[in-house]
């Protein structure tokens, strides 16, 4: 079955530069997330789109944006990168009443 | 603000036994709940999803009950395997609205030895 893929897998960004991430949702998913883990945390909620709009927003630092596509994909954009920032960062999809279900993450090393 | 709490934060056990991971929540008013397995540095796997109206939902040696108005899950494992040693984590979500966040606890680690 399709899963949620997020690309890139790594990457590596000094700070002050910019990054965006990617995710393709399972299809006909029609509901994305994206949540931050640090290492030996639990995800945190940074933002959620439904049908392309912002849905919910939790703990999204200002130099983050994000937005979900025509084609239900996202991109989560962040600029003025910090090593804080250092963490992976995991896509999830679903549609009404459907379990969450996360991509592999993209581990973002920010030296 | 809801907040989950996964207790034990770790557990060791040997191979073959029956196990149980808890979870609470502070705020019973939730939609439903979900658990997950996470390998290191890996995504997370969802394992089972209790709508707030159900009191179970099984998956093969898996056994996840709610009991909302306590504000508490468990996950019973039956018969542990070194396969299954991994974090399991539990997360909430408050309302049916779209994209609405699930909320996490921060885990219990799991390691089941040979």
Redesign the interface.
Same mark, same amino acid.
């Given at each position: 079955a399709a899963g949620v893929i997020q690309s890139p897998r790594h990457l590596i960004k000094e700070k002050r530069e910019t990054a965006t991430l990617k995710c393709y949702p399972i299809p006909r998913h029609d509901t994305v997330y994206w949540y931050q883990q640090g290492p030996g945390q639990d995800p945190q909620f940074l933002i959620s789109f439904y049908e392309k709009m912002q849905s919910d927003k939790g703990s999204i630092p200002d130099r983050f944006s994000a937005q979900q596509f025509s084609d239900y994909h996202s991109e989560l954009n962040m600029s003025s990168l910090e090593l804080g920032d250092s963490a992976l960062y995991f896509c999830a999809s679903r549609t009404l009443n459907s379990p969450l279900h996360f991509g592999n993450g993209t581990r973002l090393t920010v030296t | 603000k809801q907040e989950v709490t996964q207790i034990p934060a770790a557990l060791s056990v040997p191979e073959g036994e029956n196990l149980v991971l808890n979870c609470s929540f502070t705020d019973s008013a939730i939609y439903n709940l /979900?658990w997950?397995r996470q390998d290191p #540095?890996? @995504? $997370?796997?969802?394992l089972l999803?209790i /709508?707030s109206s159900q009191r179970e939902q099984t998956s093969g040696r898996l056994n996840a009950s709610l009991d909302k108005s306590s504000g508490r899950s468990t996950l019973y494992i039956a018969a542990s395997q070194p396969g299954d040693s991994a974090t399991y $984590?539990c997360?909430v979500r408050r309302t049916? /609205?779209? @994209?609405?966040? $699930?909320?996490? @606890?921060? #885990?219990t680690t799991l390691s089941v030895s040979s």
């Open positions: - | /979900q997950f #540095g890996k @995504g $997370l796997t969802s999803l /709508q $984590l997360a049916n /609205q779209a @994209g609405t966040a $699930l909320i996490f @606890g921060k #885990g």
